[in-house]
T-cell receptor, first 115, second 111 residues
């Protein structure tokens, strides 16, 4: 079974440019998460989806970040405009249930470098 | 605010020895804890979990211990192998469906 797929794996952009990350969760997983991971730190939740509904986006900086999961399957996370401090790894995860007790399967992440 | 507290130390062990990775948490309301392993260039991978009504849980070569009195969680890896080299994170579920991750410990296994 294929795991969580993310693309691109690496992205280098100049500040003030837009960038988008794509995630395809494990088939059948209704819950999808986007995390941000800074170097040497644990992942921090940005947004959680139940099917196509964003049920927890309190940590998403809404002035520049947006996300969508239109058909309740794959998802896109966008930053516009990017800032230097956005350089990090953006992880996508999915699980088969809504509770945190359901195992979250992580993708390999997209490493973003903003110059 | 309350958080899982863990700076990023490095633990270096000899192959075949046992490893112990520690994690302190501050939220006494947390009811579920997970250990993740993250290899370079990969996302975190689930290792083992434990609920707050337990104080010990064993898996294959791994054991998680939970001490609620001092809010401490540990991961023990028996007969550590080179493939165990990675960064290990503990995470707690303290707010419904949200996991809060600690900062990670790097485990280096010397052959």
């Amino acid at each position: 079974e294929a795991g969580v797929v993310q693309s691109p794996r690496y992205k280098i952009i100049e500040k003030k440019q837009p960038v988008a990350f794509w995630c395809n969760p494990i088939s059948g997983h209704n819950t999808l998460y986007w995390y941000l991971q800074n170097l040497g730190q644990g992942p921090e939740l940005l947004i959680r989806y139940e099917n196509e509904e964003a049920v927890d986006d309190s940590q998403l900086p809404k002035d520049r970040f947006s996300a969508e999961r239109l058909k309740g399957v794959d998802s896109t996370l966008k930053i516009q405009p990017a800032e230097l401090g956005d350089s990090a790894v953006y992880l996508c995860a999915s699980s088969s249930g809504a509770s945190a007790a359901y195992e979250q399967y992580f993708g390999p992440g997209t490493r973003l470098t903003v110059t | 605010g309350e958080s899982v507290g863990l700076h990023l130390p490095t633990l270096s062990v000899q192959e075949g020895d046992n490893s112990i990775i520690n994690c302190a948490y501050s939220n006494s309301a947390s009811d579920y804890f997970i250990w993740y392993k993250q290899e370079s260039g990969k996302g975190p991978q689930f290792i083992i979990d434990i609920r707050s009504n337990m104080d010990k849980r064993q898996g294959q070569r791994v054991t998680v211990l939970l001490n609620k009195t001092v809010k401490h969680l540990s991961l023990q890896i028996a007969a550590t192998q080179p493939g165990d080299s990675a960064v290990y994170f503990c995470a707690e579920n303290n707010a419904g469906n949200m996991l809060t991750f600690g900062g990670g410990t790097r485990l280096m296994v010397k052959p």
